[in-house]
């Protein structure tokens, strides 16, 4: 059935909210996150931190490479998007201009790609690969990776790896269909109709879209949470760093940051303060990036530009050769790295590779419906390019200056990296950041800045998180309810709290965080290879039925025909020239009226005559722009009177969508409706063959008035 227009549902109505929410969704979805919570807590009571080691690693080996080829099948379909013929698509109609501006475009993509996670592992991670290199790029004790320049151009290459173009083509698969099906093709902003070209939409508004959004609000859950749980451990190991409390790892402490930060969070949801929490986020950017440019300013300087200009060749360099790795090795490891206690890890492709791509797969409806919701009126080509380099560059200019740094103090002076008695690395992750801004300047003020900058991500985060899930719960209402907005942001506040004590140490609570993402990744990793089928097919439907538009000249350019007079008449100029032009125009007219007269009417009537055309004074011209469709050699047919060639629509290329309208403000405003809107209003001018006409200085009569 169409969908109803969406009705004004009261904020804080309990019978408004439950007859709004579409229930087979949402009560399922709330089991299943509450169910989740309390394997956590039995697992953890029953098994320890060793047991979720071991559960972690069995999950990342079972589905780890089945992630590595998605993956990287993700980042072709993004390429080949990008940069063939179907990147000419407008999300949106036609005539649509893109609703922000480049600058402001670039600068919210730099926002959904600047969280706590860069934060967090901006100084920690190249220390990690640092001391712990990949198979890929050489062992750090061998003669293979002799000098400290290979290890740092090793850590680097790595981690941009991880935070590049991988995570980014992962959520262009759902921003951007996401877009394409809600701005072009009219269907509302739900994961479900990424999969209406292969269900159909009968199934798709049944139990097969319910479990689809089912799947994607407890993905986005437990994604998001793994990235508060690292802001709140880092947000306590800062408070802890500045002496402000006595141990900040305590696990109280950890549940008192989730209850406050996520209370701001809950607080501007009930105000609706839309455009101060707006506010908030650009200050947010900007002191991020003011404090970026304040390690690049009082750390070493030319050292980091000239590091983020390698990182990118490393970057190169390492990406085929860590593409299709499920079971990569440390370097000289015998396959085990070392923890934060001295211990031993798996291969470095279970321990970083395998969780990264889950976690950006459990966050992709989160982060790929925000660019879907500000890329309205850009050419796919645009979107793709700008959602894949874009953040990807930023991200390896934020590793190069926090990370470089890290790694040039370890360097130089030894004061990021431990050892223990039997020579383990030992890398404090949470107070890595905090660490590095010791080194420099006024610490003290730098230190406060990145706490802030964590928080400020926190909130953002749970705020628009909870907008997502609420609009997955409503089936893809754009306006929902704030007693559910609320709901949200609780239980994600409550999922994180107990996350993280589910684990009796802070070390095993990171694994417990990372797992719940790898996890929650496994069904949508599913679901966004079936979009990625649906998506090609819609795609090379419509980049083979849109029009191509070619600009057809009767005449050279003007520059060929002066060319052309002049040596016929053996001169530069002069009347004999201005003669030899005008005779060849109105010749090659003559003889392409012949040529056309009979196959078109329209380029019959191509004139002669330059006063015509009035080509002399650039008023106009009579070229004529073509709309010239691909027709697949089956469905041509041949007249058998005539010999005309001619085409059968039926034989011709198949929509994978069906010819059904929506009755909904989305499907009004997408390219489609506006299409159907048109060829009705066409058809019925047509048909009836009158034109209303209205008497001047009067107004046409209003059908309510009496």
Known sequence: MAVEPETKLRDWSPSDVWRGLNKPVFIPAVIIIIAGLIFATWWGAEYGGEGFEELNNTVVETIGWWYVIITAVFVGFAFWAGLSKVGNIRLGRDDEKPEFALGSWFTMLFAAGMGIGLVFWGVAEPLWHFVAPPEATGDATSEGMATQSDMIGSAFGATAFHWGLHAWAIYVVVGL????????R??????????????????????????????????????????????????AAGLGFMGWVEDGSDQFLLTMVVVVVMGIATISVITGVNKGLKWLSNTNMIAAACLALFVLAAGPTLFLLQSFVANIGE?????????FESSMDYAGSGGEGVTEDGGLLGSFSVDWTVYYWGWWMSWAPFVGMFIARISRGRTIREFVLGVLLAPTMVGLLWFSIFGGTGLWFQITEG??????????AEIGTEESLFLMLEQLPIASIASV????IVT????????SASLVTDVLSYGGRTETPKLTRTFWTVLIAITAIVLLSAAPDPEASMTVLQMSAIMAAAPLS????????????????????????????????????????REAAGAENGTAVQRNLLSLLNKQATSLRTLFGGASATLAGLPARSSERKLAEGVANDDLVLAIQDVPGQATTVNTETGVLGWNRELGYRDPLPDTEFDSEEYAQSYEGWESESEEFFDETVATGTIETVEPNTKPKDENSS
């Open 526 to 565: 599913i679901v966004y290879a079936l979009a990625v089928i649906a998506m090609l097919r819609l795609l090379l439907f419509e980049g083979r039925t849109s029009s191509k538009y070619v600009r057809v000249r009767h005449h050279a350019t003007k520059a060929a025909m002066v060319k052309a007079a």
């Open 186 to 235: 009219g269907r509302p902003l739900s994961v479900r109709w990424l999969l209406e070209p292969i269900f159909g939409r009968r199934l798709i508004e049944s139990w097969v879209g319910h479990l689809i959004d089912i799947v994607a609000i407890t993905g986005t859950v437990f994604g998001v949470v793994t990235s508060l749980g690292f802001g709140t451990q880092q947000i």
């Open 315 to 323: 970057y190169i360099q390492i990406f085929p050769q860590m593409l």
């Open 177 to 184: 269909g996401l877009a394409y099906m809600t701005f072009r």
């Open 415 to 424: 004061t990021m990296v431990s050892y223990d008695d039997e020579g383990a």
């Open 456 to 463: 400020l991500f926190f909130i953002t985060s749970g705020d």
């Open 449 to 452: 800045i990145a706490i802030l």
